[in-house]
Nanobody, 122 residues
Framework: QVQLVESGGGLVQTGGSLRLSCAAS????????MGWFRQAPGKEREFVASINGGSGGGTDYSDSVKDRFTISRNYYRNTVDLQMNSLKPEDSATYYC??????????????WGKGTLVTVTS
């Protein structure tokens, strides 16, 4: 059974940092794209960052988080992390981990975690 479990959310002040982690089980996720999405109250879920499957590991970010967030894989622990720096109140949302259908995010997302809440205070 495929399972994605996010952790690391919490309350942080503007300008602070948090590191989210997504623990994956049930399949070998290293060959699949992984991503992070977020959803604020009353808003649509939006893309945050993704990392390709396989050895290439190419990454992509939304314009709103580029140069502040970094997505990475820990192949030994089978996790995907999201390092979030210089946090802003508009980053407040529930953050979801997703596992791709294939190596590229372009194929879509097959599995989702239940989310972890990030709140950034001004």
């Amino acid at each position: 059974q495929v399972q994605l479990v996010e952790s690391g959310g919490g309350l942080v002040q503007t300008g602070g940092s948090l590191r989210l982690s997504c623990a994956a089980s049930g399949r070998t996720f290293s060959t699949y794209a992984m991503g992070w999405f977020r959803q604020a109250p009353g808003k649509e879920r939006e893309f945050v960052a993704s990392i390709n499957g396989g050895s290439g590991g190419g990454t992509d970010y939304s314009d709103s988080v580029k140069d502040r967030f970094t997505i990475s894989r820990n192949y030994y622990r089978n996790t995907v992390d999201l390092q979030m720096n210089s946090l802003k109140p508009e980053d407040s949302a529930t953050y979801y981990c997703a596992a791709g259908v294939g190596r590229s995010p372009a194929y879509g997302w097959a599995y989702w975690g239940k989310g972890t809440l990030v709140t950034v205070t001004s």
